[in-house]
């Protein structure tokens, strides 16, 4: 396995195998003296709330500091309704893109043994580890009017930079990873026993796949599109490199966000911020669930295997 | 087992179209230009000082992080308290918020009016539109880094040890110096590693927060836009290929760390 530069990697880890067994049943055995628990637990929270509580509060006090009128105007500005709509648009194709990849990146790599495997698994992880300004600059060297096809299709009028298609593969570029990532581990950790029985018992590869591998990686791959959805949604530099900014046309919602809040119209952007924090809200709260799912699967599992032997 | 032709054609064919190809335009691109030139673009003072601002600002931001990620961990783990599933949910926040969701957030709450600026402020504290914010602002996005990287290992971690060194008399420090860190050390480094990796990279939530200073508050990333704004497109793509070398380097060093705490903890 190989590293990554980003959050699905330290989640998966937790995600495939989400106990919490150092936990102690009480706190009888803890050996530090009770003021030492009482500061360390103050420190925490004390740094979380600063860091992570305030903040999320202050998005939705400035969002509403004009009242619900204003937040309502903001929300359904034009201009705030079409970059909704290219938001949706470019997680509605770049996540499922990455879905199917993601399904056969671990298919390939967790059901079969290959040479160069760990090679493959650090390509995949390349684009967690590259700024997102350069995911769009890569993007503008390929299409730009001095790029790679930039004189082609000039010729044959088809716009992807500074359009819609270059918002779209940006934003596929940046969330590559993400299904991949959550589904290697948790396919490799079930082996291929299960597959197998289906095989020889007559079943065809692809409703092996269906009845027995699919129900198996469900949760999994919910966590992975989860994932994959909050970040295809809210990317802000890799977008905003190859977007041009053209209001109404080619803003996404964080994009909407930039130029409102570069034109001090600070209400309107913490409205538009809002909805992005909601989205944020709603996936750790999803995740949350898809995590407490995975833990009773994996107990019920093992309670199994006791049982078993 | 069927489908390795299929899956793994597709894999690789998708990897290439979507990763591999428009990644190879950037070093592509670099060889169009002279050596002089390309040396001239990445070491101007103006990029320089951009560097440095970039790699020590994130240095700091995941120190931070290391510590009091460490803490957090620490207490998720080993400690029971009201609202801690939340908690333990709300770690994630940097990974799930819109980095200019975040940006815009945190200059308004360190602004002279905000709601902790208004207070810093009078005590002569500067944050938002100086280096400090970009502190600020990398360690919101480094967060989560340290306390998901060390909160299995703890969860992980044998007790019996502790209860050993606790029963032979070890005092609590002791058996924090010499029976916990060691054992939660190599994932501290993989968490600094990640976040540091991270915060030089990252755009969206400094630019907001920087004041974007030429010399004094200037990105590297930013940087690059701005070339990119001028039309300097090779000049853009020289600052990347450095900044994407760097990345490299610490992917690397990453994926060394990580299988040197798996050899640590294959051999107990």
């Given at each position: 396995?190989?590293a990554?530069v980003?959050?699905?990697?330290?989640?998966?880890?937790?995600?495939?195998?989400?106990?919490?067994?150092?936990?102690?049943?009480?706190?009888?055995?803890?050996?530090?003296?009770?003021?030492?628990?009482?500061?360390?637990?103050?420190?925490?929270?004390?740094?979380?709330?600063?860091?992570?509580?305030?903040?999320?509060?202050?998005?939705?006090?400035?969002?509403?500091?004009?009242?619900?009128?204003?937040?309502?105007?903001?929300?359904?500005?034009?201009?705030?309704?079409?970059?909704?709509?290219?938001?949706?648009?470019?997680?509605?194709?770049?996540?499922?893109?990455?879905?199917?990849?993601?399904?056969?990146?671990?298919?390939?790599?967790?059901?079969?043994?290959?040479?160069?495997?760990?090679?493959?698994?650090?390509?995949?992880?390349?684009?967690?580890s590259?700024?997102?300004?350069?995911?769009?600059?890569?993007?503008?060297?390929?299409?730009?009017?001095?790029?790679?096809?930039?004189?082609?299709?000039?010729?044959?009028?088809?716009?992807?930079?500074?359009?819609?298609?270059?918002?779209?593969?940006?934003?596929?570029?940046?969330?590559?990873?993400?299904?991949?990532?959550?589904?290697?581990?948790?396919?490799?950790?079930?082996?291929?026993?299960?597959?197998?029985?289906?095989?020889?018992?007559?079943?065809?590869?692809?409703?092996?796949?269906?009845?027995?591998?699919?129900?198996?990686?469900?949760?999994?791959?919910?966590?992975?599109?989860?994932?994959?959805?909050?970040?295809?949604?809210?990317?802000?530099?890799?977008?905003?490199?190859?977007?041009?900014?053209?209001?109404?046309?080619?803003?996404?919602?964080?994009?909407?966000?930039?130029?409102?809040?570069?034109?001090?119209?600070?209400?309107?952007?913490?409205?538009?911020?809002?909805?992005?924090?909601?989205?944020?809200?709603?996936?750790?709260?999803?995740?949350?669930?898809?995590?407490?799912?995975?833990?009773?699967?994996?107990?019920?599992?093992?309670?199994?295997?006791?049982?078993?032997? | 087992?069927?489908?390795?032709?299929?899956?793994?054609?597709?894999?690789?064919?998708?990897?290439?179209?979507?990763?591999?190809?428009?990644?190879?335009?950037?070093?592509?691109?670099?060889?169009?230009?002279?050596?002089?030139?390309?040396?001239?673009?990445?070491?101007?003072?103006?990029?320089?000082?951009?560097?440095?601002?970039?790699?020590?600002?994130?240095?700091?931001?995941?120190?931070?992080?290391?510590?009091?990620?460490?803490?957090?961990?620490?207490?998720?783990?080993?400690?029971?308290?009201?609202?801690?599933?939340?908690?333990?949910?709300?770690?994630?926040?940097?990974?799930?918020?819109?980095?200019?969701?975040?940006?815009?957030?945190?200059?308004?709450?360190?602004?002279?009016?905000?709601?902790?600026?208004?207070?810093?402020?009078?005590?002569?504290?500067?944050?938002?539109?100086?280096?400090?914010?970009?502190?600020?602002?990398?360690?919101?996005?480094?967060?989560?880094?340290?306390?998901?990287?060390?909160?299995?290992?703890?969860?992980?971690?044998?007790?019996?040890?502790?209860?050993?060194?606790?029963?032979?008399?070890?005092?609590?420090?002791?058996?924090?110096?010499?029976?916990?860190?060691?054992?939660?050390?190599?994932?501290?480094?993989?968490?600094?590693?990640?976040?540091?990796a991270?915060?030089?990279?990252?755009?969206?939530?400094?630019?907001?927060?920087?004041?974007?200073?030429?010399?004094?508050?200037?990105?590297?990333?930013?940087?690059?836009?701005?070339?990119?704004?001028?039309?300097?497109?090779?000049?853009?793509?020289?600052?990347?290929?450095?900044?994407?070398?760097?990345s490299f380097?610490m992917l690397l060093?990453i994926n060394?760390?990580?299988?040197?705490?798996?050899?640590?903890?294959?051999?107990?």
């Amino acid at each position: 396995m190989s590293a990554t530069v980003n959050p699905p990697v330290a989640v998966a880890a937790t995600a495939a195998v989400p106990g919490r067994r150092g936990e102690l049943p009480s706190t009888s055995n803890v050996f530090e003296p009770p003021w030492v628990r009482r500061v360390l637990i103050t420190v925490a929270l004390a740094f979380l709330t600063l860091f992570l509580l305030v903040p999320l509060v202050a998005v939705f006090a400035e969002a509403f500091k004009k009242g619900g009128q204003a937040y309502l105007a903001a929300i359904t500005d034009p201009d705030a309704v079409s970059a909704i709509k290219l938001t949706l648009i470019a997680a509605f194709i770049a996540v499922p893109l990455n879905l199917v990849f993601g399904v056969a990146a671990a298919w390939s790599i967790a059901k079969f043994e290959f040479r160069g495997k760990s090679i493959l698994l650090t390509l995949i992880d390349l684009p967690f580890s590259v700024s997102p300004v350069i995911s769009g600059l890569i993007y503008v060297l390929m299409f730009g009017a001095q790029g790679w096809f930039g004189p082609w299709l000039q010729e044959h009028d088809i716009k992807i930079l500074f359009a819609v298609p270059g918002i779209v593969l940006a934003t596929v570029f940046i969330t590559f990873p993400f299904v991949a990532r959550e589904l290697i581990p948790l396919m490799q950790s079930q082996g291929n026993e299960e597959e197998e029985a289906a095989l020889v018992l007559g079943a065809s590869g692809w409703s092996t796949f269906r009845r027995v591998t699919l129900p198996n990686i469900k949760w999994g791959l919910l966590y992975g599109v989860i994932l994959c959805n909050a970040r295809a949604m809210g990317e802000f530099g890799a977008v905003s490199v190859v977007s041009g900014h053209i209001r109404g046309e080619t803003n996404t919602m964080p994009l909407q966000v930039e130029i409102l809040y570069n034109e001090y119209n600070f209400a309107a952007a913490f409205a538009i911020a809002s909805l992005l924090a909601l989205l944020a809200l709603v996936t750790l709260a999803i995740k949350s669930f898809i995590e407490w799912r995975l833990h009773e699967s994996h107990n019920v599992e093992s309670d199994a295997r006791i049982l078993e032997h | 087992m069927p489908g390795f032709g299929l899956s793994l054609g597709f894999t690789i064919f998708y990897l290439g179209l979507i990763v591999l190809i428009p990644l190879s335009a950037v070093f592509l691109k670099t060889f169009t230009m002279t050596w002089d030139a390309f040396w001239m673009a990445v070491t101007s003072p103006r990029v320089v000082a951009s560097y440095k601002l970039s790699f020590g600002a994130s240095l700091i931001a995941a120190s931070i992080n290391v510590v009091f990620g460490g803490i957090v961990a620490w207490v998720l783990v080993r400690y029971k308290f009201p609202g801690k599933r939340f908690i333990d949910a709300l770690v994630d926040l940097p990974f799930a918020l819109p980095t200019a969701v975040a940006g815009i957030t945190l200059t308004a709450l360190y602004s002279s009016n905000g709601w902790i600026g208004r207070y810093l402020e009078p005590l002569g504290f500067k944050v938002a539109f100086t280096p400090v914010g970009i502190v600020v602002a990398l360690t919101f996005i480094g967060l989560p880094f340290v306390v998901r990287t060390v909160q299995p290992v703890l969860e992980e971690a044998e007790r019996e040890l502790e209860e050993a060194a606790a029963s032979l008399g070890a005092s609590s420090l002791q058996i924090f110096a010499r029976v916990v860190f060691p054992t939660i050390m190599p994932a501290l480094v993989t968490g600094f590693a990640l976040a540091f990796a991270r915060a030089t990279g990252e755009y969206g939530s400094v630019i907001f927060i920087a004041g974007n200073m030429p010399m004094v508050s200037e990105i590297t990333p930013l940087f690059i836009i701005t070339k990119l704004e001028q039309y300097d497109y090779a000049g853009a793509t020289a600052i990347a290929v450095v900044l994407l070398l760097a990345s490299f380097l610490m992917l690397l060093a990453i994926n060394l760390l990580q299988a040197w705490t798996r050899n640590r903890a294959g051999k107990k």
